[in-house]
């Protein structure tokens, strides 16, 4: 069975991810659909897609599938990891991608939706970034993503305390482009997206590139990024690290030693 719906209204496509029992944890398989799906739109000349959840739910996603994650020592995070992958697959489609949210957005969740180019959340929607609620290491990439959408201090709150963000706070800062009630979201989201579709596809496209490469335009050295390799391998050779894992697939709060 099918983990997302696709449709398609003449030039805007929509994907609902549909895996609620899980609550749209990013699996291997949920993130195939939807980078297949992508790679769908591509070659049916899609100038608009809207990335959302069934409506009314109450966790749009709840990030990465824990169960996927590898024990430790190995990168939870390398490069074909599969959030990573959809979050480059958005980035890096030739048209704007909407996210339209309702309800919580967990982890790696909240890097989709952050990858994606124009938020619109209900009232209820949250955002809590948790690798350290795991103890994982967030990769570089994703870390340059939040970064990008958020001042540097909220980025270290949520970073650090793993905790919610309503979605009037997201607004305030500038990381949702709109709030708008249950009942007028779709139409509202909708309509943005005609309104995309109707202009220059092309102009949109070498834009929406233009961005993605100026905001991902950071020299690093090699030195810089095998010192950062090297500090994220011992967090995810450590013990709490697999303590995090442990704590998650028993269902309890975990107790990380500093090791
Ligand atoms: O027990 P069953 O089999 O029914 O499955 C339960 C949950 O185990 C499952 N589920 C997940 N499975 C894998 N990975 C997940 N992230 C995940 N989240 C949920 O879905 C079934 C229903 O969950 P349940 O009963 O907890 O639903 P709820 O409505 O009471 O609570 C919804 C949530 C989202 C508040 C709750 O499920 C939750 O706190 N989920 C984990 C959110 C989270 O910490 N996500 C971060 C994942 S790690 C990640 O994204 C990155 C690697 S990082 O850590 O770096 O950000």
């Known amino acids: 069975m099918s983990l997302i719906l696709t449709e398609i209204r003449d030039t805007m496509a929509i994907i609902v991810m549909n895996h609620v029992q899980k609550r749209n ?3 291997e398989t949920l993130i195939d659909e ?56 958005i980035q890096e489609f030739p048209a704007p991608v909407i996210a339209l949210i309702e309800g919580g957005v967990w982890g790696g969740g909240c890097e ?4 994606c180019d124009i938020l619109v959340t209900t009232p209820d929607a949250t955002f809590a970034i948790t690798p350290a609620k795991l ?16 001042p540097l201090p909220v980025a ?21 482009n709109y709030i708008k009630p249950s009942e007028e979201i779709e139409s509202f989201v909708y309509a943005l997206a005609a309104h995309i579709a109707a202009n220059s596809p092309l102009s949109i496209a070498v834009m929406k590139e233009e961005l993605r490469l100026l905001a991902s335009a950071h020299a690093i050295t090699p030195e810089l990024f095998e010192r950062i390799q ?18 998650f697939r028993e269902k309890r ?6 090791k």
């Open 25 to 27: 944890a990013l699996s």
């Open 34 to 89: 939807i980078t297949l799906a992508l790679t769908s739109f591509r070659e049916s000349n899609i100038r608009a897609v809207i990335l959302r959840a069934p409506a009314g739910v109450k966790v749009w996603s709840a990030g990465h599938d824990v169960s996927e994650l590898p024990n430790r020592g190995r990168d939870p995070l390398g490069w074909s990891d599969s959030l990573r992958v959809l979050v480059r697959a």
């Open 112 to 115: 989709v939706a952050m990858a």
């Open 135 to 150: 103890g994982v290491p967030y990769n570089l990439g994703g870390i340059l993503t939040l970064m990008n959408m958020i």
């Open 156 to 176: 270290k709150e949520m970073l650090f305390t793993a905790q919610p963000i309503p979605a009037s706070q997201a607004l305030n800062l500038g990381i949702i």
């Open 230 to 247: 090297g500090l994220r391998r011992i967090v995810y050779d450590s013990q709490d690290y697999q303590e995090g894992l442990n704590a």
């Open 253 to 258: 709060k975990p107790r990380f030693q500093g």
